[in-house]
């Protein structure tokens, strides 16, 4: 892991889900800047000293001439290090596992994507809420053909942790500094969760955006609140808001999808739940494990029914689809099809695409502006 250390939420996540289904033990790390505060970090974590790495590019080479070197790097670092951090560790021959966004601008998410298409190593990007079995049960009921042609869809991430000001809290710090998350703020760190939630459901491409950029709190340097219309391929339109200042929200990541014969709806605080309304019919509400249910849903469902699963569920089946594919590409076979919908190197240039449009469209004051990723 590079990433992830001293106040690092996210890097716990990571590793917790890592282990949840036992495809994945942490063997090496450079978790910080500093590099005493790195491995003495990684020694807590029970590694030992010579793979407790000061800093990420000693941790690539020395990784790579190991004969029992790791099998994955799994990047967690604020959003500008991931472009150079994967670059080196696809260099040394190593498999990545990358946060979102893919990176901070759009020509670098190009690049990667070249370099991940020459070197044929496996590439994850960790769009978590892809892995939640109602979240593949949705996208198969679409794929499927049960909505009928789609004519809307309305996504939302409302949150209220940065209502305020947070001097000194490290999550806070990075995330409103634009050098360090790029030029986006809740359009970077959330926008771009909702945006993958409703490309991956539908499968539609999104053709192009109208954009309205707002900062609440006096004094930040990124936006805090994102509105974008959306016009999808095929002619459904759509919305989408994400909002760190929505004040009595916590983490309110919800989709609806609407088509000519059906609808649905799932919301991420309720995550065992999918909403199904077919056309003059009473509405169905469809449980993670329950009958009946997708192949896609079954392979991401650990507990029976009735147990609930959640944030954690959802990261594992990221890393329990990334496993298989990197031990797929490790033994020079085809991986299992059920680990295909995991989202990867592409899926990061589009999300960076989407943040780049965004960000042109409110500069024109809404303009509608196409996507190209």
Known sequence: MVGGGPGAFIGGVHRMAARLDGRWVLTAGAFSSDPKTSSEFGQSLGLPPERAYGDWATMARAEAQREDGIDAVAVVTPNHLHAPICAAFLDAGIPVICDKPLTTDLASARALAEQVAESGLPFILTHNYSGYPMVREARSLVAT???????????????????????????????????RAGPGGAL??????????????????????????STFVPGRRVDDDVRVQLRFAGGARGQLWASQVAVGATNGLRLRVFGEDAGLEWAQEEPDLLRFTPLGEAPRLLRRGGPGLSADAAAATRLPAGHPEGYLEGFAQIYADAAERVAAHRDGRAPDALARLVPGVQDGVEGVAFIEAVVKSHAADGAWTGISA
């Open 145 to 179: 053909g049960r909505l009928g042609p789609l004519r809307g869809v309305q996504v939302e991430y409302a949150q209220d942790w940065l209502a305020r000001d947070l001097p000194g809290n490290k999550q806070a710090d990075w995330r409103g500094d634009p050098q």
């Open 188 to 213: 970077g760190d959330i926008a771009t969760h909702a945006y993958h939630l409703a490309r991956f459901v539908t499968g539609t491409p999104v053709e192009a955006l109208s954009a309205d950029l």
